[in-house]
């Protein structure tokens, strides 16, 4: 009897095991897909923000440590953008 609960024991063991590292296995593989569609993404300019004046646009863009671009908007503004 004491026999044949320890096999039980073993092969329930075995099949949480199983279970548990295809569950694992599973899972890891959405996160690769999610790492690839991230670096697919394409690179352009990126609207930051509008600035009253020049040099708080300038001042802004020089603080991103990105490439940026301080662009005068048809109401007097600045627009800032960056490039990603």
């Given at each position: 009897?004491?026999?044949?609960?320890?096999?039980?024991?073993?092969?329930?063991?075995?099949?949480?095991?199983?279970?548990?590292?295809?569950?694992?296995t599973a899972q890891a593989a959405p996160a690769?897909?999610?790492?690839?569609?991230?670096?697919?993404?394409?690179?352009?300019?990126?609207?930051?923000?509008?600035?009253?004046?020049?040099?708080?646009?300038?001042?802004?863009?020089?603080?991103?440590?990105?490439?940026?671009?301080c662009v005068k908007a048809p109401s007097g503004k600045w627009h800032?953008?960056?490039?990603?």
């Open positions: 009897m004491r026999t044949r609960i320890w096999l039980t024991s073993v092969a329930i063991g075995t099949a949480v095991l199983t279970g548990a590292t295809a569950t694992a690769h897909s999610e790492t690839a569609t991230s670096s697919s993404t394409a690179l352009g300019w990126i609207y930051v923000g509008t600035y009253i004046s020049k040099s708080s646009c300038q001042a802004d863009g020089e603080n991103s440590a990105q490439e940026w671009k800032l953008y960056v490039w990603s």
